[in-house]
């Protein structure tokens, strides 16, 4: 059985940094690629970033690209997502998901067929 488990959310100023974990189980990222969507009150998904299972690249926003860094522990099975220099646009409920991330890059944020609970980020201004 597929699992996530998001964690390290909170309240940060603008400018500040987070961290986010998230726990995975009952697969490898050999076998399924792994990323972080996030949502904001009112508007659509976005895909923030990915872990590729074919080739181990990583995709980014392009809002977040030189602010956040996404890694991943194999053999802890663990990924996390390093957020610096946060705004308050990136203000959202952070999800931990797996499954394929290959339309990311053309903005259709789908393809994930598991799903964490979210962690909520907050970017005061």
């Known amino acids: 059985e597929v699992q996530l488990q998001a964690s390290g959310g909170g309240l940060v100023q603008a400018g500040g940094s987070l961290r986010l974990s998230c726990a995975a189980s009952g697969f490898t990222f050999d076998d399924l690629s792994i990323g972080w969507v996030r949502q904001a009150p009112g508007k659509g998904r976005e895909g923030v970033s990915c872990i590729s299972s074919g080739d181990g690249s990583t995709y980014y926003l392009d809002s977040v690209k030189g602010r956040f860094t996404m890694s991943s522990d194999s053999a802890k099975n663990m990924v996390y997502l390093q957020m610096n220099s946060l705004k308050p646009e990136d203000t959202a409920v952070y999800y931990c998901?797996?499954?394929?991330?290959?339309?990311?890059?053309?903005?259709?944020?789908?393809?994930?067929?598991?799903w964490g609970k979210g962690t909520q980020v907050t970017v005061s201004s």
């Open positions: 998901a797996a499954g394929g991330c290959s339309t990311w890059s053309v903005g259709y944020y789908y393809g994930m067929d598991y």
